[in-house]
Antibody
Framework: EVQLVESGGGLIQPGGSLRLSCAAS????????MSWVRQAPGKGLEWVSL???????FYAESVKGRFTISRDTSENTVDLQMNSLRVEDTAVYYC????????????WGQGVLVTVSS | DIQMTQSPSSLSASVGDRLTITCRAS??????LNWYQQKPGKAPKLLIY???SLQTGVPSRFSGSGSGTDFTLTISSLQPEDFATYFC?????????FGQGTRLEIK
């Protein structure tokens, strides 16, 4: 069964750092396009970051320079390192697989809540 | 960035109704338009991709159409489990922007 499970969320103060992890099963992350998508409380969906099967990475302007996406092929995980967190980064963060197109999200994790507050 | 605008933002309907949700892109995106369904507290679920292709396992009462800048999602006969929020999303270019969502409520 194809599945994604996120972990690492929590409450963090503004300016702090947090690392999210997404564990995949039923497929290999390094052979797929993998993204992070977030949803602020009561709001819509916002694409955050993407890592290509070839390793190239892309970021939304709102997180560029602060967030870093990476993957661990041995663990079959995709991570999101979030630095210099802001109140407006508060959201549920979803890991998603892009298939058949890099931005068509056919499989999603359950989501993990990140709350940035003092 | 390409802007996606959905209408209506919310609507009320009854079981058995036929309804259509519209999504408009700020520039042509060919057929690179997808539809997702989201229920409260759950992750979004892909329904339709490339404007009209039904994702595996999605009931045939869901259909999509359109190209260029104007797209529609149609539910032919609403079922109780269809009451949710629906999002369109363009996959033409990074960032894959989403519409603001259409909340479908029971009348």
């Amino acid at each position: 069964e194809v599945q994604l499970v996120e972990s690492g969320g929590g409450l963090i103060q503004p300016g702090g750092s947090l690392r999210l992890s997404c564990a995949a099963s039923g497929f290999t992350v390094s052979n797929n396009y993998m993204s992070w998508v977030r949803q602020a409380p009561g709001k819509g969906l916002e694409w955050v970051s993407l890592i290509y099967s070839g390793g190239s990475t892309f970021y939304a302007e709102s997180v560029k320079g602060r967030f870093t996406i990476s993957r661990d092929t041995s663990e079959n995980t995709v991570d999101l390192q979030m630095n210099s967190l802001r109140v407006e980064d508060t959201a549920v963060y979803y890991c998603a697989r892009g298939r058949p197109n890099l931005l068509v999200f056919d499989c999603w994790g359950q989501g993990v809540l990140v709350t940035v507050s003092s | 960035d390409i802007q996606m605008t959905q209408s209506p933002s919310s609507l009320s309907a009854s079981v058995g109704d036929r309804l259509t949700i519209t999504c408009r892109a700020s520039q042509s995106i060919s057929s690179h338009l997808n539809w997702y369904q989201q229920k409260p507290g759950k992750a979004p679920k892909l329904l339709i991709y490339t404007a009209s292709s039904l994702q595996t396992g999605v009931p045939s009462r869901f259909s999509g159409s359109g190209s260029g800048t104007d797209f529609t999602l149609t539910i032919s006969s609403l079922q109780p489990e269809d009451f949710a929020t629906y999002f369109c999303q363009q996959s033409y270019s990074i960032p894959g922007t989403f519409g603001q969502g259409t909340r479908l409520e029971i009348k």
